[in-house]
């Protein structure tokens, strides 16, 4: 095991305990910085998980859109909803980019019409939800983007039950956020939905596609055994 992979997953296990302990500070008070960055560090450390494992045009979308999303995190606190949630947008964009460049060749029936009525329906759910009417449009805007996101992940190739289960999460987080002193209730509860779909969400997405990614890659006795320069040499009669 080389060093850099040893390293992916030492990061990716401070990843997930700190995605996990987050909810633990909630009840801390911590200086405004010091949340941020827990906040922050969950999905950050995925960014670095998958620039370690980063080989392809892929595999740096992949990079981009696990930034974009923690800095979604901490813009949300330190800016507001509209800063922040235009970080996620620009992580949705990479998403779907990543997702239409590894599209699943022929989806089955079912598989489309999920992904079609996904778009309109997150789209008005999203729409109906907040409390405060003058919004509505820009949660709208947003949620388009987000179902765009989810409808793409679900045909793509990659793992259904990690990656599109995984964006599938994270639009039900976002449109219980929409829904907070609405249709549902703004308490512990609501909060514990919201991070937890996420952040697992996420991490879901992240691996599933880490995992294809590097499973195409040759194995490494073979990238070592390549020429190098291209040129085809025989070792028995150089």
Same mark, same amino acid.
């Given at each position: 095991m080389s060093i850099k992979t040893t390293l =992916?997953?030492?990061?990716?296990?401070?990843?997930?305990?700190? &995605? %996990?302990?987050? %909810? =633990?500070?909630?009840?801390?008070?911590l200086p405004p910085a010091a949340d941020l960055t827990w906040k922050g560090l969950g999905v950050g450390l995925l960014a670095v998980y998958a620039?370690?494992?980063? #080989?392809?045009l892929d595999g740096w979308l992949l990079?981009?859109?696990?930034?974009f999303g923690a800095l979604g995190d901490v813009l949300l606190g330190a800016a507001g909803l509209t800063v922040g949630a235009l970080a996620f947008l620009v992580g949705h964009l990479f998403a779907i980019?990543?997702?239409?460049?590894?599209?699943?060749p022929g989806p089955?029936?079912?598989?489309?019409?999920?992904?079609?009525?996904l778009v309109p329906a997150v789209v008005a759910v999203a729409y109906l939800l907040p409390v405060d009417r003058a919004g509505a449009p820009g949660v709208a805007v947003y949620s388009l983007g987000l179902a765009l996101m989810a409808a793409t992940a679900w045909l793509s190739r990659f793992p259904r039950y990690r %990656?599109?289960?995984?964006?599938?999460?994270?639009?039900? /987080?976002?449109?219980i956020i929409f829904g907070r002193g609405g249709p549902w209730p703004d308490n512990f509860a609501a909060g514990l939905a919201v991070w937890g779909l996420y952040y697992?969400?996420?991490?879901?997405?992240? $691996? &599933? $596609? $880490? #995992?294809?990614?590097?499973?195409?890659?040759?194995?490494q006795?073979?990238?070592?055994? /390549?020429?190098?320069?291209?040129?085809?040499?025989? #070792? #028995?009669? =150089?």
């Open positions: =992916a997953k030492a990061v990716l296990i401070a990843s997930i305990l700190a &995605g %996990v302990s987050y %909810v =633990a500070s909630w009840g801390l008070h620039a370690l494992n980063a #080989r392809s990079v981009a859109l696990m930034a980019t990543l997702y239409l460049h590894n599209r699943r089955t029936r079912s598989q489309l019409a999920l992904a079609i009525v %990656v599109g289960i995984g964006a599938l999460m994270f639009v039900v /987080s976002d449109l697992l969400g996420q991490l879901l997405i992240c $691996v &599933g $596609v $880490v #995992r294809t990614l590097k499973a195409e890659r040759p194995p006795s073979l990238r070592d055994s /390549s020429p190098k320069g291209g040129a085809s040499v025989d #070792r #028995r009669t =150089a």
